[in-house]
DNA sequence: CCGGCTAGCCTTGCGTAACGAGGTGCGACG
DNA sequence: CGTCGCACCTCGTTACGCAAGGCTAGCCGG
């Protein structure tokens, strides 16, 4: 497996969650908002981010709900919920502590 | 599992070789040295530990010798080859790219 | 008309890695 | 004598990112 792919873990949720900050998006839409924020730097497979989006779904931090266009084709729309506003918070703080310790080591005073 | 250990994934390595940068250590000393200069913030398990050293000595980024204390206890102390050292040059590169990626999502300009 | 491309959703199986629990042996302290 | 800290180890569980695969649909080129 690539490294980023380890780096990655745990970090999943706070960026879904933080794309949907900002406002309501669908699966497909995320993967390329994710590449173009990040200058390139992550690309989610679709087999990574669908289940995160029905793992986050079952906790209740994001709800979907489907959407149609003109053409008749059919998108999945989701958003924050109050649950998942907090744990937005929740997570960014823990991403705070955590990459400040982590620099604690690898860059000692 | 903890959440923390999600984060972690990926990273233990990079923690560990930072701290073998300064001078050999052995693993129940590591354990600690981290928690001091972490300020608490990790608490390696000793099943986490011991099985990243052996794989770090399989892929020859250190090498431990045992050590026979005055009392008849024995250490085992390891300390970075070269190949480590690069190693290490590079997995602080990636968590540099890495956090930065993160923080340009999770902190929008 | 067919092949391949993008969009858009999904699932299954695999591999990696952190962890808790368990095991060993030692010396010191009460 | 029990238990605590030190110091090493291993095994089974679990989480989760990913590649590969499958589905529908529209569009474009040959």
Redesign the pocket.
């Known amino acids: 497996?690539?490294?980023?792919?380890?780096l990655?873990?745990?970090?999943?949720?706070v960026l879904i969650l933080s794309l949907l900050e900002s406002e309501p998006m669908?699966?497909?839409?995320m993967i390329?908002e994710l590449e173009r924020r990040s200058q390139g730097f992550f690309?989610?497979?679709?087999?990574?981010l669908?289940?995160?989006?029905?793992?986050l779904e079952r906790g209740k931090l994001v709800v979907?709900r489907w959407r149609r266009?003109d053409?008749?084709?059919?998108?999945?729309?989701y958003s924050l919920t109050e649950a998942g506003e907090r744990r937005l918070e929740e997570q960014m703080t823990a991403w705070a502590r955590f990459s400040s310790a982590v620099n604690l080591i690898i860059k000692p005073a």
Chains 1, 2 share one sequence.
């Not at 690309?43 to 990574?48: C, D, R, W």
């Not at 053409?71 to 729309?77: I, K, M, S, T």
């Open positions: 497996m690539r490294d980023l792919a380890q990655l873990k745990g970090n999943t949720d669908y699966g497909y839409q390329k690309h989610l497979g679709e087999g990574t669908y289940p995160v989006l029905h793992r979907g266009l053409g008749g084709q059919e998108r999945r729309y």
